[in-house]
T-cell receptor
Framework: RKEVEQDPGPFNVPEGATVAFNCTYS??????FFWYRQDCRKEPKLLMS???SGNEDGRFTAQLNRASQYISLLIRDSKLSDSATYLC??????????FGKGTHLIIQP | SAVISQKPSRDICQRGTSLTIQCQVD?????MFWYRQQPGQSLTLIAT?????????ESGFVIDKFPISRPNLTFSTLTVSNMSPEDSSIYLC???????????????FGPGTRLTVL
């Protein structure tokens, strides 16, 4: 069983629309959760951390459901510049990160 | 966030040779890690680079193949030894900031080293 699973997409979404991604994780002891964004041929960059209470950063909202072991990311009013691969990332402790394979998002004009 | 540089940014190597990748951070960091991203795949953790002691390797990665050094809190190297075409990948270092009081426990990534083995 994969540790972090995501729908690879691609998600083709018109500009201005709202899009949501989910991911599930298998390690119930996981402590920290993140969404990273990776543009083509670039390194991953932190988009936002995910907290149990849910958190929002501008057009982006992240939520965590520990009981069901899934994490979500909602993007409102999508922009062309939001086109990227979104990586769901989990951390179990004082060690490295476990990455999902990513969800590919394409915003169309 | 910390500014991270890697050298070389890319290289093309012959099979059987070795390549050492350097990672330099502009500030002291507690943790440094090395990841690999193979074509079309997500990132996989290779090892945690421990300052002053041997690196901690993940399952499937061994010191003889990927020796790592970390002489201080701002620098680490990863060597890819006796390379084969299967080692063609992007190798990324990441760091966790020293001041956890003002930073989340996340990691920041270097720009990566794109390695092609012929």
């Amino acid at each position: 069983r994969k540790e972090v699973e995501q729908d690879p997409g691609p998600f083709n979404v018109p500009e201005g629309a709202t899009v949501a991604f989910n991911c599930t994780y298998s390690n119930s002891a996981s402590q920290s959760f993140f969404w990273y964004r990776q543009d083509c041929r670039k390194e991953p960059k932190l988009l936002m951390s995910v907290y149990s209470s849910g958190n929002e950063d501008g057009r982006f909202t992240a939520q965590l459901n520990r009981a069901s072991q899934y994490i979500s990311l909602l993007i409102r009013d999508s922009k062309l510049s939001d086109s990227a691969t979104y990586l769901c990332v989990v951390r179990g402790g004082a060690d490295g990160l476990t990455f999902g394979k990513g969800t590919h998002l394409i915003i169309q004009p | 966030s910390a500014v991270i540089s890697q050298k070389p940014s890319r290289d093309i190597c012959q099979r059987g040779t070795s390549l050492t990748i350097q990672c330099q951070v502009d500030s002291q960091v507690t943790m440094m890690f090395w990841y690999r991203q193979q074509p079309g795949q997500s990132l996989t953790l290779i090892a945690t680079a421990n300052q002053g002691s041997e690196a901690t390797y993940e399952s499937g990665f061994v010191i003889d193949k990927f020796p790592i050094s970390r002489p201080n809190l701002t620098f680490s190297t990863l060597t890819v030894s006796n390379m084969s075409p299967e080692d063609s990948s992007i190798y990324l270092c990441s760091v966790e900031p020293l001041d956890r009081a003002t930073s989340t426990d996340t990691q920041y990534f270097g720009p990566g080293t794109r390695l092609t083995v012929l």
